[in-house]
């Protein structure tokens, strides 16, 4: 099992910055892509930015040139810098990382979620 856990959100001024973190620790043989979706109330969730354990990353083009992922492998961590914050980047922040046993398909796990809200 792994657990997932995240934090860093919380409230933030448009044109503001957050970093988001997200920890996993468990029984953790390697994982294969660990990343950021998110979820707005009344919409489906969606991608952030992901990035793989070779570093190719692929984000949503609403946050190209405002978000930077980042990943230090050797502490299971992915982080999330999310510069110029809009209103519309107000959500519950999940972090996922798809976990290879050497068994098969990798295993995906969600972190809890930590709420960011861009408002004045």
């Known amino acids: 099992q792994v657990q997932l856990v995240e934090s860093g959100g919380g409230l933030v001024q448009p044109g503001g910055s957050l970093r988001l973190s997200c920890a996993a620790a468990?029984?953790?043989?390697?994982?294969?892509?660990m990343g950021w979706y998110r979820q707005a109330p009344g919409k489906q969730r969606e991608l952030v930015a992901t990035m793989t354990i070779g570093g190719s990353t692929n984000s949503a083009d609403s946050v190209k040139g405002r978000f930077t992922i980042s990943r230090d492998n050797a502490k299971n961590t992915v982080y999330l810098q999310m510069n110029s914050l809009k209103p519309e980047d107000t959500a519950v922040y999940l972090c996922?990382?798809?976990?290879?046993?050497?068994?098969?398909?990798?295993?995906?796990?969600w972190g809890q979620g930590t709420q960011v809200t861009v408002s004045s």
């Open positions: 468990g029984t953790v043989f390697r994982i294969n892509a």
């Open positions: 996922n990382a798809e976990v290879d046993y050497g068994l098969g398909p990798s295993i995906g796990y």
